[in-house]
């Protein structure tokens, strides 16, 4: 199901490392949030193109981190149907096992594993961060396509109560509830949430589509319910000169697995658990330099019954621990110079005596160059992974250039590569078949990007070029299982557009364009040439919302052409279009009382996504949310910032400013 969102991208503005602010926004982040960590793509790749979500706006418009990231550019998500249902992402073309997702920084997902962003509520979140394009020279494997940092909400010494409740079409209901305060000479957050949805509806279904006219047949999609429950648990801590971070995540699901319109199941169903345990420490030194450490472990256990998995039921768990360790200093006033070093493992127990297991190390090597006072900045890095017995070499170089009259440009070029993960070699995952005669992938990827600003206008545009060899890619393997397969060759390239226009403070404008060209570049006559498998090649997202701050409107449409669902483009989904509208109001301020009314895809489309998975029909939510704020004291230990900062500010990825010195991000 795809929704309305509130759309804050960032493209690209030498002034702030390569980022430019679209739309404009009002934003107050409290000090705390003023320092982004050393694993947010801000930091960590400052050239890259990248688009920030602000999910605070939009909790009672979006129900989870897909609905966000559903309007971005280069993005796709890929549905199965419903609240609480499987949602996975693919960034300018690239499968969506090749898009590393982070939580706070700690992957959610081994490399070769799509993460499932039904899972993380937009209440839990503070912003989603999407750098798109090959981010393995800075993440390493599993960021292929690009990465996804999902940022939590972050305590900042105000004393607040917070809770929302949603009611809507299907019986759906999804609330949280939390708090923030000062504790233990630090600063604590907790939230709980849960959703529930009888996911049951009816949709009208084209049995013969190749009988142009013929009449459709109404069918009602059963066992698509769902239960999530879950929380957060935050807690921030300054000693000495020391940022100290911890963090708890965990969450629990039981869904029915309805299947595709063709073949669907009545009985089939998944229960998941899943935790993340995550602590962090951010130095700074007095003779210069900053050092960030990352120790994080993370437990995902999945249970699969019914008709898709036999008699019996199907039961695997997947464990990961993690330590990182990162120092950056600017030396000369001009080399902004970053090292890094990390290992791990991860670990599987799946049926059939199949438990896999393998280490993971890795180093990387990066330097940031300033020229002309900081008008210019040319950064390289490179990047070696081993995974178990494969070791993959990810280098990049990029560079960001200011220019007069608001203008400014940037470009990458690197290689991004990543080994199969043990899930896709060995273990059948649900639906998913394994196949253990994968290979690594390797891709030479490029962009190059311009984009011009004013006080009331934004717009940037981005070419890209991905050349792949080996690309793994899930293919429909008859009659309701999705296999991988090694592409020989792929070409990936497109166009992203973003712009916005704010004529005056109480109406704005924003809109996004891809334009996606893939193509099976392997020597086979049956695929060549031929367009990739789910890789729509227009998609179209605009939006308008305006009204004074107590009572705002907002209306937007999502485009999207159609789309290949295999190698010979014998089978295919139609284009759609849909569109949603909103309002919301505040009518009291102390405390704050939210009421928003969210009307989902408007006109009544009937369409599918993935292999035959109906999409919801006409929806209807109401949410309403409170929230209380103590007086805000006076600010705490943990909200002061790094007293020195190799980029010489305390900029926010929400909140740039000209007055941030292009240069190396500092933790």
């Known amino acids: ?131 798109r394009g090959g981010g393995s020279a800075r993440y390493g494997p599993g960021a292929m396509g690009g990465v996804v940092n999902l940022v939590t909400r972050t305590p900042d010494g105000t004393s607040r109560l917070f809770a929302d409740v949603t009611q809507g079409s299907f019986v759906t209901t999804q609330l949280s509830a939390g708090g923030a305060t000062k504790l233990l000479g630090g600063d604590g957050l907790i939230l709980l949430h849960g959703l529930r949805s009888e996911g049951t509806y009816d949709f009208r279904y084209d049995a013969l589509p190749s009988l142009p006219g013929n009449e459709l047949t109404t069918l009602t999609r059963n066992n698509n319910g769902a239960l999530q429950g879950g929380g957060l648990l935050r807690y921030r801590r300054r000693v000495g000169t020391t940022q100290l971070d911890f963090l708890g995540e965990g969450s629990f699901e039981a869904r029915g697995l309805a299947g595709p319109v063709q073949n669907p199941s009545a009985t089939a169903t998944q229960g998941t658990a899943r935790g993340t345990l995550s602590v962090r420490s951010g130095t700074t030194f007095e003779a210069g330099g900053t050092l960030s450490t990352l120790a994080w472990g993370r437990l995902d256990d999945t249970t699969l019954r019914g008709t898709f998995f036999g008699a019996g039921t199907y039961h695997q768990q997947e464990r990961s621990l993690g330590v990182e360790a990162v120092y950056s200093r600017l030396f000369a006033g001009r080399h902004g110079v970053t090292a890094l070093l990390s290992a791990g493992g991860d670990w599987l127990a799946a049926p059939g005596g199949v438990n896999p297991s393998w280490g993971r190390f890795a180093a ?108 793994i890619s899930y293919e429909y393997y008859p009659p309701n299982l999705a296999r991988p397969y090694n592409f020989q060759a792929a070409r990936v390239a497109g166009l992203e557009v973003e712009a916005a226009v704010t004529p005056w403070r109480w109406l704005e404008a924003v809109a996004s364009y891809t ?34 701050d107590w009572l705002k409107g907002r209306a937007e449409v999502l485009f999207q052409s159609a789309q290949f669902t295999n190698r010979t483009e014998t089978l295919s989904l139609p284009a759609r279009a849909f569109v949603n509208v909103g309002l919301t109001a505040r009518p009291f301020k102390a405390p704050l009382v939210t009421v928003s009314v969210e009307l989902k895809n408007l006109l009544d489309v009937q369409t599918q996504d993935l292999d035959g998975y109906p999409l919801p029909p006409r929806a209807l939510y109401v949410t309403v949310g409170i929230a209380w704020d103590a007086p805000r004291a006076e600010v705490s230990q943990s909200q002061s910032v790094h007293p020195e900062r190799s980029r010489g500010g305390t900029d926010s990825p929400l909140a740039l400013g000209p007055s941030t010195p292009l240069g190396m991000n500092g933790p």
């Open 1 to 131: 199901m795809l929704t309305s969102v509130v759309c804050l991208s960032l493209a690209l503005g030498p002034a702030d490392g390569g980022l430019l602010e679209l739309p404009p926004v009002d934003v107050a982040l409290p000090a705390a949030q003023a320092e982004p960590l050393p694993s947010s793509p801000v930091v960590r790749d400052p050239s890259a193109t990248l688009t920030v979500r602000d999910a605070k706006e939009a909790r009672a418009e979006a129900k989870d981190a897909s609905e966000l990231l559903a309007t971005t550019a280069g993005a796709v998500v890929q549905d199965s149907g419903g609240a609480g249902q499987r949602k996975t992402l693919s960034l300018r073309g690239a499968a969506p096992n090749a898009v590393l997702v982070l939580l706070d920084g700690v992957p959610l997902s081994g490399p070769g594993a799509a993460m499932d962003l039904s899972r993380i509520p937009t209440s839990a979140l503070e912003r989603i961060e999407v750098l």
């Open 364 to 471: 990387m090597l990066g330097d940031e160059v300033l020229f002309f006072d900081g008008a210019f900045a040319l950064n390289g890095s490179a990047r070696v992974d081993v995974a178990g017995r494969f070791v993959v070499f990810s280098p990049k170089v990029g560079a960001v250039a200011e220019l007069p009259r608001g203008f400014s440009v940037r470009a990458n070029a690197g290689q991004a590569s990543r080994p199969p993960a043990f899930t896709e070699l060995y273990v059948m995952q649900g639906t998913m078949l394994p196949n253990p005669e994968l290979r690594p992938e390797r891709a030479l990827t490029g962009d190059v990007g311009a984009a011009w600003k004013n006080e009331q206008a934004r717009v940037s545009a981005t070419g890209f070029l991905s050349l792949y060899e080996d690309l």
């Open 515 to 548: 334009f996606l060209d893939t193509q099976n570049q392997k020597d086979d006559p049956r695929y060549y040439l031929k367009s990739l498998p789910f890789r729509p090649a227009h998609r179209l997202h605009a939006r308008v919302s305006g009204g004074p």
